[in-house]
């Protein structure tokens, strides 16, 4: 479990309709701690009362792969009186490669 991982986040922020990605290296238990970090970071920027948000380890959410039971995303949220913060960590080894479908 103290494994490190290379993680995407994705913050989803519907303030000013904006979507951030960061590269975090951590393990599971840091990539929780980072994302209660950024709620709190909002909570303290914001001019607005938070109304609901993600309070503790306990309450992230943790996605697991139906067959191998590995983690694929935590994620977490944060609400205000006018808009809210969606936060996600996905695994990179967990994202799909799309280099080979021909969109490109």
Do not use: P
Request: include cysteine; charged fraction near 25%; proline fraction near 0%.
């Amino acid at each position: 479990m103290n494994q490190k991982n290379k993680w995407i986040v994705a913050i989803s922020n519907t303030y000013d309709y904006s979507i951030t990605l960061l590269h975090l290296t951590a393990t599971v238990e840091e990539a929780k701690r980072y994302l209660l970090n950024s709620i709190e970071k909002e909570k303290e920027m914001s001019y607005e009362m938070c109304t609901r948000s993600t309070e503790n380890i306990d309450e992230i959410s943790v996605n697991l792969h139906h067959i191998s039971k590995s983690i694929t995303e935590l994620s977490a949220h944060a609400c205000f009186e006018t808009y809210s913060v969606e936060y996600s960590a996905q695994t990179v080894d967990m994202i799909q490669d799309v280099t080979d479908i021909d969109l490109i």
